[in-house]
């Protein structure tokens, strides 16, 4: 076997072999985006079952208060009832449907901020080390335009702050930062929003009922 031969089955070996390389990185990405896809299906079923969990308690806990209002009415049941527990559960009731409310509304608020932002911001203008200069360095004035940015973003998702044409280099990358930020404290808000106002919010409906229930003196 003389050279040219030994060369092109070496040239051959390393097509098939980066070839297969190729198949393997492409069959692994695409397996990680099923399952990422998975995992979002997932997360989107559990957020949907509990927000919808969340506006049929905050609708059971309207009608109780209607119906227990109307229980009082009867003389021979408004003597057997103690009207300092049950105006306790009716203030317990009250506040769960308060934090149901805000609960509903903030967090659709968020999330649309958040899919709207991250559809819109341009990333590019970061930079080579935007990411690092984001989390590492933040003035306490940038911070405060996020803070408010926040604020906005809570009432009016579909603004555009920190997304505007910027024609001067130097606004253009400083917005990309501000709404980088922006977008970080969003989601870091809503997780931890989400999760504790749920907490309450189950916490004082539980509590309402047993204020209800012990306020029924047999």
């Known amino acids: 076997m003389n050279l040219d031969e030994t060369m092109n089955e070496i040239q051959s ?3 098939q072999q980066l070839k297969n390389a190729e198949n393997q990185s492409t069959r692994f990405m695409q397996e990680l985006e099923a399952k990422f896809d998975k995992l979002d299906r997932q997360e989107k079923d559990a957020r949907a079952l509990s927000r919808d969990t969340v506006y049929k308690i905050v609708l059971l806990s309207a009608s ?4 227990s209002a109307s229980l009082i009415s009867i003389k021979g ?5 103690n009207m300092v527990r049950l105006y306790n559960a009716w203030e317990l009731l009250l506040g769960t449907i308060i934090v149901g409310f805000v609960l509903l509304f ?3 608020r968020i999330n649309h901020a958040i899919a709207r932002r991250y ?3 341009d990333l590019g203008e970061l930079g080579k080390d935007g990411y690092n200069e984001t989390i590492r360095s933040v003035s306490w004035k940038r911070w405060v335009k996020v803070w408010c940015g926040f604020l906005l973003s809570i009432f009016t998702p579909q603004n555009l702050l920190f997304n505007k044409t910027q024609e001067d280099p130097n606004k253009k990358r400083n917005d990309a930062i501000l709404s ?3 977008l970080i404290r969003l989601a870091s808000f809503g997780r931890i929003f989400v999760f504790w106002m749920e907490n309450v919010f189950f916490a004082l409906f539980i509590i309402s009922l047993f204020f209800l229930i012990g306020s029924v003196q047999v």
């Open 180 to 182: 980088h930020l922006l």
């Open 13 to 15: 070996t390393f097509r």
């Open 119 to 121: 559809f819109i911001q």
């Open 64 to 67: 109780i208060i209607g119906f």
């Open 77 to 81: 049941l408004s003597e057997r009832i």
């Open 106 to 108: 903030v967090e659709a």
